[in-house]
């Protein structure tokens, strides 16, 4: 099973750990054997908090595991300020297009265009969405879903290119609450989808026959993975479960990445 990560990849610690942005489940403690039931997991002082978990038996798969895609959506710089600035200043910003029987299935669309705080901060240099898919061979029409994994800026920038159209937008409810309650959590008119495009999503949810969000709260309260299933094998798309793959292999998750403790189980 591969698990794929999207946004905030710091580029030098994320291509010492993989140079394509997944690592293979077998690779990581606690999971030996990759197509058994469990639950992945990084430590946080002696205490968990669930990072990617479920893998447990479903009632739709695919036959044959679809083409998914990593997409490189745009770059940053981080502030000094940022709690990860020491760590690296420049990361990478990713998404992922999985070509579903049924249609494309988007997972995150990068930063936007136009609010003068980020671009100030944070010097995004972006790949437009439409480009971004030409090379997986997708079209921006061919896109019937899109899944947020949260609504940080960096993940829902482009969002708006499929608002106004029938194209489902699949929210965790918590991370709506979120941009409502706070507005400095993310670029508002970029992350709120219109009303009836909104799919809002409370724990784990089978959208489409072989793919399932999964519940991943940690590096945020609503944020959620994507899993998708089928008899050839499964890939769990982690979004930005972790800030890079080393934390997975080293199971020491950084506390920018727990919201509160109640998210620690
Ligand atoms: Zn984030």
């Known amino acids: 099973m591969r698990i794929c990560l999207a ?66 959506l745009a770059t940053l710089v981080r502030p000094e300020w940022h709690p990860e600035a020491g760590v690296s200043r420049d990361c990478a910003v990713f998404g992922y297009v999985i070509d579903h029987p049924d249609g494309a299935i988007l997972v ?46 960096d993940h829902c920038g482009q969002n708006p290119l499929l608002y106004g159209t029938d194209v489902a937008f699949f929210v965790g409810r918590l991370e709506i609450e979120q941009v409502d309650r706070d507005p400095y959590y993310t670029d508002s008119t970029w992350a709120l989808p219109p009303l009836h495009q909104r799919r809002l999503v409370d724990g784990d949810l089978e959208i489409a026959e072989g793919v399932t969000i999964l519940s991943t709260p940690g590096h945020t309260a609503g944020h959620q993975s994507v899993l998708i299933d089928s008899d050839e094998g499964r890939i769990v798309i982690g979004a930005q479960v972790v800030w890079n793959t080393q934390e997975f292999i080293d199971e020491i998750a950084t506390e920018s990445n727990v919201d509160s403790e109640d998210l620690r189980i």
């Open 108 to 153: 995150d669309t990068g930063v936007g265009q136009g609010n003068a705080f980020i671009d100030d901060a944070y010097r995004p240099q972006c790949t437009d969405l439409h480009d971004a898919l030409a090379t997986a061979g997708v079209t921006l029409r061919s896109v019937v879903t899109v899944v947020n994994s949260h609504l940080h800026f």
């Open 7 to 72: 946004g905030w990849t710091g580029s030098g610690r994320h291509d010492s750990s993989s140079d394509i942005g997944w690592v293979e489940a077998a690779t990581l403690s606690g999971s030996s054997d990759p197509t058994s039931e469990g639950r992945f997991t990084v430590g946080s002082r002696g205490r968990f908090i669930v990072l990617i978990c479920a893998v447990r038996q479903l009632p739709a798969s695919l036959t044959s595991l679809p083409t998914v895609t990593r997409l490189d």
